[in-house]
């Protein structure tokens, strides 16, 4: 049974920074894609970014880019985001999820985690 547990959201101000991170349990990390998702009151589950097994392939929506990093540490079955320059249309739930594909669609993710809160004050 795969398990993936957030942690690292809070409360920050409009220009600050956080740093997600997804500690995973059950199937062998290195071998799946993993994906961080976010969904704000009101609103669908949105693609925030994505990254490969090896790290070697990264896609960011449009919305986050340049603005926020996503990377994994296979050796501590750990992907993290580093956000940056945050805004409050950035808060949301964040998730991450884990997929086999290489994928931008909530469909293709098999396992999710609880998800962690992020709040952007103006």
């Known amino acids: 049974q795969v398990q993936l547990v957030e942690s690292g959201g809070g409360l920050v101000q409009a220009g600050g920074s956080l740093r997600l991170s997804c500690a995973a349990s059950?199937?062998?990390?290195?071998?799946?894609?993993m994906g961080w998702f976010r969904q704000a009151p009101g609103k669908e589950r949105e693609f925030v970014a994505r990254?490969?097994?090896?790290?070697?392939?990264?896609y960011y929506a449009d919305s986050v880019k340049g603005r926020f990093t996503i990377s994994r540490d296979n050796a501590k079955k750990t992907v993290y985001l580093q956000m940056n320059s945050l805004k409050p249309d950035d808060t949301a739930v964040y998730y991450c999820?884990?997929?086999?594909?290489?994928?931008?669609?909530?469909?293709?993710?098999?396992?999710w985690g609880q998800g962690t809160q992020v709040t952007v004050s103006s």
């Open positions: 059950g199937r062998t990390f290195s071998s799946y894609s």
């Open positions: 999820a884990q997929t086999r594909f290489l994928s931008r669609s909530r469909g293709d993710y098999d396992y």
């Open positions: 990254i490969s097994w090896n790290g070697g392939n990264i």
